[in-house]
């Protein structure tokens, strides 16, 4: 059968089905490789986490994966029921709809219990960081960037950062993070006597 034979109803339901499932599939395996959402890696508002494995924001039951599930499996089920069990388009619309209900709630949970399974070293909250010490790690050049190694719940993390003096600091100084400049990078100065 060719797509241009279908009537209005198998070509919803096949549409559907067709992309939720890329997006679905897409997205939930980015999840698992902690690419977190595609809006997103690391998320950050006033005392937020920061999460490099996904954030928060990805296990919303309305989240990019639970609608991709939702469509996904509203399509299959709209066509099992339409063409398998030959049913009305009122009660294989009705079937499809419950389907795709129960695929993001399945969705959600699956997802929060990745969440779960998280290491406590995984998220941290980015004030605690402020007036911490750190090392350069790669140096920081007066106009540029560089990067500073810091050990945060046991775990050695690579953040970039930028000079707060405005003056080059060499590879393996010690340096205090003294803010925030986005939701990756920190501006930090040189521990005097150093």
Request: charged fraction near 20%; include cysteine.
């Amino acid at each position: 059968m060719e797509f241009s034979e279908l009537n209005t109803t198998e070509s919803i339901f096949w549409a559907s089905a067709i992309i939720g499932s890329t997006f679905f599939v897409l997205k939930f395996f980015l999840n698992l490789a902690g690419m977190g959402d595609f809006d997103s890696d690391v998320e950050f508002d006033g005392g937020g986490e920061i999460d490099g494995e996904a954030t928060e924001s990805a296990f919303k039951f309305l989240s990019l994966t639970s609608l991709s599930a939702f469509a996904g499996m509203f399509g299959w089920g709209g066509l099992a029921a339409y063409k398998e069990f030959g049913w009305g388009v009122a009660s294989s619309t009705l079937f499809a709809a419950v389907a795709g209900c129960l695929m993001m709630f399945v969705t959600t949970w699956l997802l929060k219990s990745f969440k779960r399974l998280e290491s406590e070293g995984a998220t941290f909250k980015k004030d605690d960081l402020l007036g911490q010490v750190a090392k350069v790690y790669q140096k920081i050049p007066k106009d540029s960037q560089g990067k500073i190694q810091i050990t945060v719940n046991g775990i050695l993390r690579e953040i970039e950062a930028i000079s707060a003096s405005g003056k080059e600091i060499e590879s393996f100084k010690n340096v205090e993070i003294v803010k925030w400049v986005n939701s990756d990078l920190v501006s930090v100065k040189l521990i005097t006597g150093e």
